[in-house]
């Protein structure tokens, strides 16, 4: 059973920082490439910030370069997203994606970002 669980994500004033993770199961995760997404109330989901499989490429939406930062640890089947400088914009629920042949996406985890 392929399974994408994201955790981390809470309320947090800006300026702030948060990690967010992500735990694979049921699938070879050394295999995919890893995305992080976010959607806020009343907009269309949006790339983040995605990996390559074996961590060595990394590329970032305009919005977060130079705030976040993706990595993952393939011997716990882990992608995270440390976010720095938070943003009231940054607030959305955060999805996590696994892309390769095949797609999947976890359940989300919101972050909040407000005084």
């Known amino acids: 059973q392929v399974q994408l669980v994201e955790s981390g994500g809470g309320w947090v004033q800006p300026g702030g920082s948060l990690r967010l993770s992500c735990v694979a199961s049921g699938f070879t995760f050394s295999r995919f490439a890893m995305r992080w997404y976010r959607q806020a109330p009343g907009k269309e989901r949006e790339l983040v910030a995605g990996?390559?499989?074996?961590?060595?490429?990394?590329d970032y939406a305009d919005g977060v370069k130079g705030r976040f930062t993706i990595s993952r640890d393939n011997s716990k089947n882990t992608v995270y997203l440390q976010m720095n400088s938070l943003k009231p914009e940054d607030t959305a629920v955060y999805y996590c994606n696994a892309i390769s042949i095949e797609t999947y996406w976890g359940q989300g985890t919101q972050v909040t970002v407000s005084s």
């Open positions: 990996i390559s499989s074996i961590g060595l490429v990394t």
